[in-house]
T-cell receptor, first 116, second 110 residues
Framework: GAGVSQSPSNKVTEKGKDVELRCDPI?????LYWYRQSLGQGLEFLIY????????KSGLPSDRFSAERTGGSVSTLTIQRTQQEDSAVYLC??????????????FGPGTRLTVL | QKEVEQDPGPLSVPEGAIVSLNCTYS??????FMWYRQYSRKGPELLMY????GNKEDGRFTAQVDKSSKYISLFIRDSQPSDSATYLC??????????FGTGTRLLVSP
C-alpha cells in the first residue's frame, strides 16, 4: 500500500513569510509525528498526534510553529514569519495506533525547507 | 550530554565485510529500539525493531540490545555497495516520540 506522503517536496521561501507543510499518513494509522532534521542537530521531535489531538507538543521550538490534524488523517505544520534557522528537512511519520504494542514509526520523504 | 550517542563516521568498509554500528544511551527507561537507514535526500526507512533486551535477526541484519550496558548494535553481514547510507538508531520509552542518534554514515566500496 501507499506509504506516508508529504508535500511539497521542496519549498523555498523568503524570511518573514508563512509556510504550510502537509503530511498524508498511511491509511488507518492513528498516530502521527512531525520531526525536523537539520545539519548538526540530527532528527528532532516536534509534535505527536493521536487522532486529532496532540498530547505532546513539547518539541515545537517557538510559538511561530503550529500543527493541526483533521479527520484523524491529514496533518499540516505551519511556520509563521519564517527565519533562516528554520531551514531544515521536515519529516512526518505515522504509526498504526495504541492497539499495536510497539512504536514502529514509518517516515515520509520529507519537505526540504529553505528560508532565504 | 545527549540522551543517545552515535559515532557519525564515516565508516568505510570493502564489499563483503561485516559491519558493526553502535549507539549508547543514558535513559534507562528506553524500551523500544529501532534502526533506520537513510539514503541521501530520502526519508528514514525502518530496518529493525526490538523491544527490550535481546537479539533480532532479519536476513543480513542483526540487532542487539543490552539494556544493562545501555548499548545497542546493528550488524550487517556480507555488506553490499547498496548498503551505503546513513544509519540512525532511535529509541523511546513508550509510544510517543523517538529519540534519535545523529547517524553513522556507512560507505561500502566494491
Amino acid at each position: 500500500g501507499a506509504g506516508v506522503s508529504q508535500s511539497p517536496s521542496n519549498k523555498v521561501t523568503e524570511k518573514g513569510k508563512d509556510v504550510e507543510l502537509r503530511c498524508d499518513p498511511i491509511s488507518g494509522h492513528t498516530a502521527l509525528y512531525w520531526y525536523r532534521q537539520s545539519l548538526g542537530q540530527g532528527l528532532e521531535f516536534l509534535i505527536y498526534f493521536q487522532g486529532n489531538s496532540a498530547p505532546d507538543k513539547s518539541g515545537l521550538p517557538s510559538d511561530r510553529f503550529s500543527a493541526e490534524r483533521t479527520g484523524g488523517s491529514v496533518s499540516t505544520l505551519t511556520i509563521q514569519r519564517t527565519q533562516q534557522e528554520d531551514s531544515a528537512v521536515y519529516l512526518c511519520a505515522s504509526r498504526p495506533g495504541v492497539a499495536t504494542r510497539n512504536n514502529e514509526q514509518f517516515f515520509g520523504p520529507g519537505t526540504r525547507l529553505t528560508v532565504l | 550530554q545527549k540522551e543517545v550517542e552515535q559515532d557519525p563516521g564515516p565508516l568505510s568498509v570493502p564489499e563483503g565485510a561485516i559491519v558493526s554500528l553502535n549507539c549508547t544511551y543514558s535513559n534507562s527507561a528506553f524500551q523500544y529500539f529501532m534502526w533506520y537507514r537513510q539514503y541521501s535526500r530520502k526519508g528514514p526507512e525502518l530496518l529493525m525493531y526490538t523491544y527490550s533486551s535481546g537479539n533480532k535477526e532479519d536476513g543480513r541484519f542483526t540487532a542487539q540490545v543490552d539494556k544493562s550496558s545501555k548499548y545497542i548494535s546493528l550488524f550487517i553481514r556480507d555488506s553490499q555497495p547498496s548498503d551505503s547510507a546513513t544509519y540512525l538508531c532511535a529509541m523511546s520509552t513508550g509510544f510517543q516520540k523517538l529519540v534519535f542518534g545523529t547517524g553513522t554514515r556507512l560507505l561500502v566500496s566494491p
